[in-house]
Every structure is written in structure tokens, then in C-alpha cells.
């Protein structure tokens, strides 16, 4: 369904303290943004935020980061968060095509990406978050050894990351064909809760980052 538009959304993220607005510079700078030495996770694509919210209350001890480009979603979860008085969580507006610049190298120690545009269009493969592309952009800004954790519940994309993955010779640690008929660990985005409620099979995979 389509998020209607919000004109006060960049007026509502701008009065929000964990709204990274200028990200010229700030790579490197993480560390001292959280004030702590904690680990670092980005979710790529966050939507209206639950799954970082929920990730950040189970893990305190974590420093989130959340990446949404629609800044009238991007609202509604910082609004979402304020009401939690979450500490551990920081956002932006930004696109993934910008990671190198908004991080240093080895400066990320997980990345999630959960339910990306699937792109369905064949000519359009090169946009999908898992095409080789930006897999080469996550190296560059994880540590070694560190993983991606992947959710979609649309089969075509799933196998395209598959050979992707495949293709550039990375190591798969994880893969469900039904995720949620399993005993695994999973915090659900919005997205998530309301097609599994419609029997839609969600999948997930984790690799490891190549070095």
C-alpha cells in the first residue's frame, strides 16, 4: 500500500536527535556519534522501523543504525522510536549506494537486509541490494568475517541472491526455505507480520563477508 506524503516529515526528522542529517565527514566518526565502543549494525531499507526498535531493546549492548530513503516512513518510525526513549539507534535518509562514503572501511560489524524492493523487472537486476555490485560495497564496509543477514519473501529474489552469493564465491552460513517454521531467532518487520499473517513463506539467508 502506498505511504501517503507527508510535507512535515523532514521538519519531523530534523528536531530528532537520532536523525543523522549530514553525513559528509561521518565515516569513521560512529564510535563517538554513540559515545560507546559497541558494536555496530546497519538494516538497509528499515521501513517504519520495528525490526531495529525490537533489535535495539533485546540488544542494549549493540549500536543500530537504520537506512531508509522514504523520508515520510523514515518519520514515522523516529517517531516510533522517541516513544521508547531508545538510545542505541541512529537514522538516516541515505542510499545504500552511499555506504562507502558514510563508512569507513571495517567500520561495520552486521548488516540486515530485510525484504528489499525485489525489483521483478529483468532489466532492472543491477538495482536489487544483493546484485554483485553492492555485495562488493558490504565488503568494503564490514569486518572481516562479518555477517549479512538477508529476508525476503519473494522467491525470485531469493534465488537470485543465492547464485549471486554462489557466483562470487562467499561463504553461506544459513538458509531457510520457511523461516518461520523454524526454532530460529527472527524480530519481524512490519512488512513480515502482515504477509506471513496471509501464509506468504518467508526466507532468509546469512553469509559471510568475503576478504
Same mark, same amino acid.
Given at each position: 500500500?502506498?505511504? *501517503?506524503?507527508?510535507?512535515?516529515?523532514?521538519?519531523?526528522? $530534523?528536531?530528532? $536527535?537520532?536523525?543523522?542529517?549530514?553525513?559528509?565527514?561521518?565515516? #569513521?566518526?560512529?564510535?563517538?556519534?554513540?559515545? +560507546?565502543?559497541?558494536? @555496530?549494525? /546497519?538494516?538497509?531499507?528499515?521501513?517504519?522501523?520495528?525490526?531495529?526498535?525490537?533489535?535495539? =531493546?533485546?540488544?542494549?549492548?549493540? +549500536?543500530?543504525? #537504520?537506512?531508509? *530513503?522514504? =523520508? &515520510? !516512513?523514515?518519520?514515522?518510525?523516529?517517531?516510533?522510536?522517541?516513544? $521508547?526513549?531508545?538510545?542505541?539507534?541512529?537514522?538516516?535518509?541515505?542510499?545504500? !549506494? %552511499?555506504?562507502?562514503?558514510?563508512?569507513?572501511?571495517?567500520? @561495520?560489524?552486521?548488516?540486515? /537486509?530485510?525484504?528489499?524492493?525485489?525489483?521483478?523487472?529483468?532489466?532492472?537486476?543491477?538495482?536489487?541490494?544483493?546484485?554483485?555490485?553492492?555485495?562488493? *560495497?558490504?565488503?568494503?564496509? @564490514?569486518?572481516?568475517?562479518?555477517?549479512?543477514?538477508?529476508? &525476503?519473501?519473494?522467491?525470485?529474489?531469493?534465488?537470485?541472491?543465492?547464485? $549471486?552469493?554462489?557466483? &562470487?564465491?562467499?561463504?553461506?552460513?544459513?538458509?531457510?526455505?520457511?523461516?518461520?517454521? &523454524?526454532?530460529?531467532? +527472527?524480530?519481524?518487520?512490519?512488512?513480515? %507480520?502482515?504477509?506471513? =499473517?496471509?501464509?506468504?513463506?518467508?526466507?532468509?539467508?546469512?553469509?559471510?563477508?568475503?576478504?
Amino acid at each position: 500500500m502506498r505511504v *501517503r506524503f507527508d510535507k512535515n516529515a523532514e521538519q519531523t526528522l $530534523e528536531q530528532n $536527535e537520532i536523525y543523522i542529517k549530514d553525513v559528509q565527514d561521518i565515516n #569513521g566518526k560512529w564510535k563517538e556519534i554513540f559515545k +560507546n565502543d559497541n558494536p @555496530l549494525h /546497519l538494516e538497509i531499507g528499515m521501513g517504519k522501523g520495528n525490526f531495529i526498535l525490537n533489535m535495539a =531493546k533485546e540488544f542494549p549492548n549493540i +549500536n543500530f543504525i #537504520g537506512m531508509e *530513503r522514504n =523520508k &515520510t !516512513i523514515l518519520a514515522k518510525a523516529v517517531k516510533k522510536i522517541e516513544k $521508547e526513549n531508545i538510545k542505541n539507534i541512529r537514522v538516516m535518509s541515505n542510499d545504500a !549506494i %552511499e555506504l562507502e562514503e558514510i563508512f569507513n572501511e571495517n567500520e @561495520l560489524d552486521k548488516i540486515y /537486509l530485510n525484504f528489499s524492493d525485489p525489483w521483478p523487472k529483468s532489466k532492472h537486476y543491477k538495482r536489487r541490494l544483493t546484485y554483485k555490485d553492492y555485495l562488493e *560495497r558490504y565488503d568494503y564496509v @564490514l569486518k572481516q568475517d562479518a555477517l549479512i543477514e538477508f529476508k &525476503t519473501d519473494n522467491q525470485v529474489l531469493f534465488e537470485f541472491t543465492i547464485m $549471486e552469493i554462489c557466483n &562470487t564465491k562467499r561463504t553461506m552460513e544459513y538458509i531457510s526455505l520457511d523461516l518461520h517454521n &523454524t526454532n530460529e531467532f +527472527n524480530i519481524m518487520t512490519e512488512y513480515e %507480520e502482515k504477509f506471513s =499473517k496471509k501464509g506468504n513463506r518467508i526466507y532468509k539467508l546469512v553469509w559471510k563477508n568475503k576478504r
